[in-house]
């Protein structure tokens, strides 16, 4: 039934105040949820690249983070060596008369903290921690023959020194063989570790 005028609730001065109310209301309610959709769409895309870090993936980045903090101390030392490097070499070109070309050879010898700091940490048996020694001996033979031709310092030295010990510290808490790797037959994380 329709009534004419005044008591028809949408002509209504009160009731048309309502209704206007109830518009805007469900108009910003209507915003919200696509503002929150657009929300969740773009932080479930951010979600979707945090991974949880294993308890060997944080041994590693400690382990890391102790090695550069050594390797910050040692930079200072290596910094005022080639200082000291490139006054001399000033001096002793002054010096000479003729420009002839040098028969000698340079060079510079590293080691990468980093690489094995990810092979003691992904090493699962005493087997695999004493690849990782037998590379950090080579290193440290390495570096001292280095430093005999002045191509590292001190600092190289302590870095890989310091690795040694621990990969020692590690090898006591790995098992003596690992049953993951008689297990696995394609490449583990100590491999994956080697490579990268």
């Known amino acids: 039934m329709y ?51 294993s308890p060997e993936g944080r041994l590693a980045a400690v382990l890391e983070q102790e090695a550069r903090e050594q390797a910050d101390s040692g930079i200072e030392a290596r910094e005022k060596q080639s200082a000291s490097k490139e006054q001399e070499e000033t001096e002793i070109a002054e010096k000479q ?3 002839e070309v040098s028969e000698e050879q340079g060079g510079k010898v590293a080691v990468n903290v980093g690489k ?18 037998s590379l950090l001996q080579k290193d440290l033979s390495d570096c001292k023959a280095g430093l005999e031709k002045g191509w590292c310092d001190e600092s190289e030295i302590a870095k890989v020194e310091a690795l040694i ?23 583990d994380e100590f491999a994956m570790a080697s490579l990268m």
């Open 97 to 99: 008369d003729d420009p």
């Open 116 to 133: 094995r700091m990810r092979q003691i940490a992904a090493a699962k048996s005493r087997g695999q921690l004493q690849q990782v020694l």
């Open 3 to 53: 009534i004419s005028g005044q008591n028809n609730i949408y002509r209504n001065p009160v009731n048309k105040k309502f209704f206007d109310i109830k518009r805007l209301e469900k108009a910003e309610k209507e915003e919200k949820e696509s503002r929150a959709e657009t929300t969740e769409k773009m932080y479930s895309v951010l979600r979707e690249d945090v991974r949880e870090i």
């Open 165 to 187: 010990s621990k990969a020692e510290a590690r090898m006591s808490q790995v098992p003596q063989e690992s049953g993951q790797e008689k297990e696995q037959g394609g490449l």
